[in-house]
């Protein structure tokens, strides 16, 4: 099974991506998880990226879709994969629809964790505090949700309209959040 999982900053995807990938078996592949260890190992792609990162901004479609396209055909190979955080913008989207057609590793559901805006906030800022992200502080996550509102929200109307979109209501604990993904996903 492969599935996309998108949401605002703060929305749950990373948690909801470890649950799914242990109670399904898919291979969690996070598009944050891997940019963050690309600026750490201070290659050349983390070089390009990292100002980016902490302005709250995309990164170029070329650079992230080179980046989650490998991981996503070796995990569609094998359990299939749950894609955290990406594709953010309905043109990465249409990039990957493609590519992933041509390999044949195409998602079967999206879901789309919807949560309240203070929220959000909430949430980022008590992940700083625990984990200590540099890229958690108010100004990044004002710009990373002006972001996501122009270029990620329209992937829900994207894909509500190719049939694949599962609207989870992620505004509650995270085991009624898992409950529905899995319900929604019909193997609950």
């Given at each position: 099974?492969?599935?996309?999982?998108?949401?605002?900053?703060?929305?749950?995807?990373?948690?909801?991506?470890?649950?799914l990938?242990?109670?399904?078996?898919?291979?969690?592949?996070?598009?944050?998880?891997?940019?963050?260890?690309?600026?750490e190992?201070?290659?050349?792609?983390?070089?390009?990226?990292?100002?980016l990162?902490?302005?709250?901004?995309?990164?170029?479609?070329?650079?992230?879709?080179?980046?989650?396209?490998?991981p996503?055909?070796?995990?569609?190979?094998?359990?299939?994969?749950?894609?955290?955080?990406?594709?953010?913008?309905?043109?990465?989207?249409?990039?990957?629809?493609?590519?992933?057609?041509?390999?044949?590793?195409?998602?079967?559901?999206?879901?789309?964790?919807?949560?309240?805006?203070?929220?959000?906030?909430?949430?980022?800022?008590?992940?700083?505090?625990?984990?200590?992200?540099?890229?958690?502080n108010?100004?990044?996550?004002?710009?990373?949700?002006?972001?996501?509102?122009?270029?990620?929200?329209?992937?829900?109307?994207?894909?509500?309209?190719?049939?694949?979109?599962?609207?989870?209501?992620?505004?509650?604990?995270?085991?009624?959040?898992?409950?529905?993904?899995?319900?929604?996903?019909?193997?609950?």
């Amino acid at each position: 099974m492969n599935v996309l999982l998108i949401g605002p900053p703060g929305s749950g995807k990373g948690t909801q991506g470890d649950r799914l990938s242990d109670r399904l078996g898919l291979v969690h592949i996070s598009s944050g998880d891997l940019l963050r260890a690309e600026v750490e190992a201070g290659t050349a792609i983390g070089r390009k990226v990292e100002h980016l990162m902490h302005a709250g901004e995309l990164v170029p479609d070329l650079i992230i879709i080179s980046l989650m396209l490998r991981p996503a055909i070796e995990a569609a190979e094998g359990p299939g994969y749950l894609l955290d955080g990406f594709p953010r913008s309905v043109e990465q989207a249409e990039a990957v629809r493609y590519a992933a057609g041509q390999v044949g590793i195409a998602p079967a559901a999206v879901i789309y964790l919807d949560v309240a805006r203070d929220e959000l906030v909430r949430r980022i800022l008590a992940r700083a505090e625990v984990e200590g992200r540099a890229d958690d502080n108010p100004e990044t996550i004002r710009a990373r949700l002006q972001v996501f509102d122009e270029a990620t929200l329209p992937l829900v109307a994207h894909y509500r309209e190719r049939g694949l979109l599962h609207e989870i209501n992620a505004d509650q604990d995270a085991d009624a959040v898992t409950a529905e993904i899995l319900k929604a996903l019909g193997v609950a």
